[in-house]
């Protein structure tokens, strides 16, 4: 039962990380100090995409996010499941960190791996405004936010 509900926890990131991009990271706040604060956390890397210092988000940011999760389904859950969940979570995270960090800084050898590459890169060099699921792309076609495929372009 442990494994089901870690697998759901990395479902719940998959989701987490497609809504979160979509939604908080390309949000264009209207005042200067949200405009410098999104920049901080999100537009630094759209503006420097190939430096590795600036790829991921900092830990001032994502540390209280994760809190804020493991808060909430320890809420929601039972103990054990809410442990669960989180591991399956987090695990999702650091997934998506280390894939994020992979499609921008190594040629991948695998038809997935430069699949997600493309689609990732499309969404930096083509149209921001799709493209949101970096290690889930899936959610993409779901919303209907895919990046168009070379013959659309």
């Known amino acids: ?22 939604v908080v990271f390309h949000f264009e706040p209207d005042h200067p100090v949200g405009a410098r604060l999104h920049w901080m956390i999100h537009g630094v890397h759209h503006d420097h995409p190939n430096d590795p210092m ?9 540390i209280p996010l994760g809190l804020i999760f493991i808060a ?6 039972p103990f054990s499941q809410a442990c669960m969940l989180s591991a399956g979570f ?8 280390m894939t994020h960090y992979y499609l921008h800084h190594r040629r991948p050898t695998t038809a997935v791996g430069r699949k997600l590459r493309e689609l ?3 969404h930096h060099f083509q149209d921001h405004d799709r493209g ?3 290690s889930a792309p899936y959610w993409d076609n779901v919303f209907g936010t895919a990046p168009k495929s070379r013959s659309e372009d």
């Open 120 to 122: 990732h890169m499309r």
């Open 90 to 97: 987090f695990i999702g995270y650091l997934t998506y960190d």
């Open 132 to 134: 949101y699921g970096v």
């Open 72 to 77: 909430a389904f320890q809420l929601l859950l």
């Open 1 to 22: 039962q442990g494994i089901l509900w870690a697998g759901g926890g990395y479902a719940v990131w998959t989701l987490t990380e497609y809504w979160l991009h979509r």
């Open 54 to 62: 600036r790829l991921v988000m900092p830990p001032s940011a994502s």
